[in-house]
């Protein structure tokens, strides 16, 4: 049984005045078992950043029906949305979304405030993770008081904080160098080992590569997927840029 079933979404957009419709996703369905790392991969426009916040339950969507962990997102109503998210979805953004004027480790906790745990479960849950992540010697700093890895650390201590069920990662190398996005990846790798089920939106096919699987979308359809099975991350990132490649170019890959 697949812990996340995406069927049939439709998203519709109207303009501001009415007069025009936009199709941003259309017939997009698709599973997760527990313990995936999928990559979500497409041009600017195709659909990505959408689907990203349906299935985080900032949007709805027009028609379709996002299950996570057995329980539909359709029927919530928005207080209840938010608790669901808060406690069953993690989050890594590009740009970390730390607060600047609170420290890293009020930044991991604040999920966990928000949940009302109390202090003793905070510090049970924190103290492991901040070792795991190496960022124990950096909970007192502030964000801009250490580097864009660290920074992307903590974000991720954070989103792991409330153990949810899927972590949803918006283009988490995006603001990173080369050194600390590989560092990044071989920690989202490790972190996916454990269990911990991850979805990654991304534009950068090293990052994609890391994957288990690749979903591609073009034009707000599920176009063509990549799974890795025995392929080395070398490998995959060929596979990947071919795929890119033949759908930039309109070559038939449709899955």
């Given at each position: 049984m697949n812990l996340l079933e995406v069927k049939n979404l439709r998203k519709v957009y109207t303009t501001r005045f009415g007069g025009t419709q936009v199709e941003a996703l259309r017939s997009v369905s698709f599973g997760l078992e527990k313990g995936e790392y999928t990559a979500v991969m497409g041009e600017s426009g195709a659909g990505k950043t959408t689907l990203l916040n349906i299935l985080a339950a900032l949007d709805r969507p027009t028609s379709g029906e996002v299950i996570l962990g057995g329980r539909s997102l359709s029927g919530l109503k928005d207080q209840e949305l938010a608790a669901f998210r808060r406690s069953n979805l993690g989050f890594v953004f590009q740009?970390?979304?730390?607060?600047?004027?609170?420290?890293?480790?009020?930044?991991?906790?604040?999920?966990?405030?928000?949940?009302?745990?109390?202090?003793?479960?905070?510090?049970?849950?924190?103290?492991?993770?901040?070792?795991?992540?190496?960022?124990?010697?950096?909970?007192?700093?502030?964000?801009y008081e250490v580097s864009g890895g660290e920074q992307q650390r903590a974000a991720i201590a954070r989103a792991l904080i409330t153990?949810?069920?899927?972590?949803?990662?918006?283009?988490?190398?995006?603001?990173?160098?080369?050194?600390?996005?590989?560092?990044?990846?071989?920690?989202?790798?490790?972190?996916?080992?454990?269990?911990?089920?991850?979805?990654?939106?991304?534009?950068?096919?090293?990052?994609?590569?890391?994957?288990?699987?690749?979903?591609?979308?073009?034009?707000?359809?599920?176009?063509?997927?990549?799974?890795?099975?025995?392929?080395?991350?070398?490998?995959?990132?060929?596979?990947?840029?071919?795929?890119?490649?033949?759908?930039?170019?309109?070559?038939?890959?449709?899955a």
């Open positions: 740009d970390f979304n730390l607060l600047p004027t609170f420290s890293l480790r009020d930044n991991i906790l604040l999920p966990l405030v928000l949940a009302g745990e109390s202090y003793r479960e905070m510090e049970k849950r924190l103290q492991p993770l901040a070792r795991r992540l190496g960022i124990s010697g950096l909970l007192a700093k502030f964000p153990d949810p069920q899927l972590i949803l990662a918006d283009e988490p190398t995006g603001a990173l160098d080369s050194k600390t996005s590989d560092s990044l990846l071989r920690l989202f790798g490790e972190i996916n080992e454990a269990g911990q089920t991850i979805l990654m939106v991304t534009h950068s096919v090293k990052a994609a590569s890391h994957a288990k699987r690749v979903l591609f979308i073009k034009d707000g359809e599920i176009f063509h997927q990549l799974y890795r099975g025995e392929l080395s991350v070398t490998e995959m990132y060929e596979r990947i840029a071919d795929t890119l490649t033949l759908l930039a170019t309109g070559g038939d890959v449709r």
